[in-house]
Structures are given as structure tokens and as C-alpha cells.
């Protein structure tokens, strides 16, 4: 099956800083890459989402990219906020409304 | 709150006891997934229903798992004769089934100890 490798596991950056989360994948039929944030003791929320026939997507301060020849995506937090604090999730499937595989996690840190 | 929702939100239990846990997914979504995630990891897959079909579970899911969704709507998550192992917290999370707009939409998650 697939499998998801996403770096770093930590990562802290200043306020208004930017951050960067990688994630590689297996299976070259995936083709639906969601990332999720997920704050202490809550449920991972969706904060955006790509799919295979884009190469990149932006919404505000966030953007994903995708690079389908290297099977690899990243995630993109510009002007970082204490707010953004949290544990990011990315996941690859092989079509949305199949089950998903996720990294193991980045736990993101803005200090003030 | 039209969001999915899980009962109860915290089990503790003593090894070899039976627990049962409720998903309510949001209304009129078709397909609902449970996933597991221990600490410092990502959700793990277990199963996923097309209306009341089980349509897909994975190899974590032993025999010891059973999950139904009986008319299509809420879910239930049964593990028989718990094991310390199954301490995790269970999520679960839907979505609408329609290819363009198939988000999964996860539940607050159901934290299981067994002591």
C-alpha cells in the first residue's frame, strides 16, 4: 500500500516567519493530497487540499504544492502566527473518497 | 453543531472487557471511515462504509474489531476483550461520497485507555 514519509517531525520558526513541511509518497496512482492541523486534545481540521491535476494551490497564507514526477508535496505557512502552533498532518489517497494514509506528523511551533 | 460527533469522548476500561463506541457523521453523508492514532503518529485506516456497506477494512482491524453501520447513518466501533495495545484514540470521519467534493470531515475522537 501507500506509504507517507513527511519531515520534519519538529519545527520552530519566529513569528512572521515562513514554514515549510514536506511529505513524499509511494504510489504513483494517489492522486489526492489533503493536510490537516490538529491543535492539542482537538480533531485534525482540514486546511487545504490538492489534487493531481494542479501543481500548486494557495488560500491566504497557506499554500501546498505538488510535484507528481518526484511523488513528493509540501506545505507553505507564510507570516507565521502564535495561532499556527500545532501538529500538521499530511495524507495521500488514491482518489478522495478512499481511506487516506498520513504522515506521522510535524509539530509546528511559532514563538512570539 | 452539524459536525460528526463521538460518544463518549473518554473510555477507561480494564484489559479483557468489551467497549463500544458511536459515530454520528454529518447529515446526508454517505461514507464513514474509522481511523486509530496513538501518540505522536498520524490516523491510522481501519475500515470504511458506502452507506451500510463495509466496503474496505484494514489488517490492524482484528477479529477481536467489528464495525457496523446498520441503516446507513451513525456507526458503531465494537473491540472485544480490549488489550492494553488497543489504548488509542479512535477517530472517525465522513464525507459526502460525491468524487468533486469528497472531503473527510473527522469527529472529536473517542480516547481509549485500557488499564
Known amino acids: 500500500g501507500e506509504n507517507v514519509e513527511q519531515h520534519p517531525s519538529t519545527l520552530s520558526v519566529q513569528e512572521g516567519d515562513s514554514a515549510v513541511i514536506k511529505c513524499t509518497y509511494s504510489?504513483?496512482?494517489?492522486?489526492?493530497f489533503p493536510w490537516y492541523k490538529q491543535e492539542l486534545g482537538k480533531r485534525p481540521q482540514l486546511i487545504i487540499d490538492?489534487?493531481?491535476?494542479?501543481g500548486e494551490k494557495k488560500d491566504q497564507r497557506i499554500a501546498v504544492t505538488l510535484n507528481k514526477t518526484a511523488k513528493h508535496f509540501s506545505l507553505h505557512i507564510t507570516e507565521t502566527q502564535p495561532e499556527d502552533s500545532a501538529v500538521y498532518f499530511c495524507a495521500a489517497s488514491i482518489w478522495t473518497g478512499n481511506q487516506f494514509y498520513f504522515g506521522t506528523g510535524t509539530s509546528l511551533t511559532v514563538i512570539p | 453543531d452539524t459536525g460528526v460527533s463521538q460518544d463518549p469522548r473518554h473510555k477507561i476500561t480494564k484489559r479483557g472487557q468489551n467497549v463500544t463506541f458511536r459515530c454520528d457523521p454529518i447529515s446526508e453523508h454517505n461514507r464513514l471511515y474509522w481511523y486509530r492514532q496513538t501518540l505522536g503518529q498520524g490516523p491510522e485506516f481501519l475500515t470504511y462504509f458506502q452507506n451500510e456497506a463495509q466496503l474496505e477494512k484494514s489488517r490492524l482491524l482484528s477479529d477481536r474489531f467489528s464495525a457496523e453501520r446498520p441503516k446507513g447513518s451513525f456507526s458503531t466501533l465494537e473491540i472485544q476483550r480490549t488489550e492494553q495495545g488497543d489504548s488509542a484514540m479512535y477517530l472517525c470521519a465522513s464525507s459526502s461520497g460525491r468524487i468533486s467534493t469528497d472531503t473527510q470531515y473527522f469527529g472529536p475522537g473517542t480516547r481509549l485507555t485500557v488499564l
Open positions: 490538492i489534487r493531481s491535476n494542479v
Open positions: 504510489d504513483s496512482a494517489s492522486n489526492y
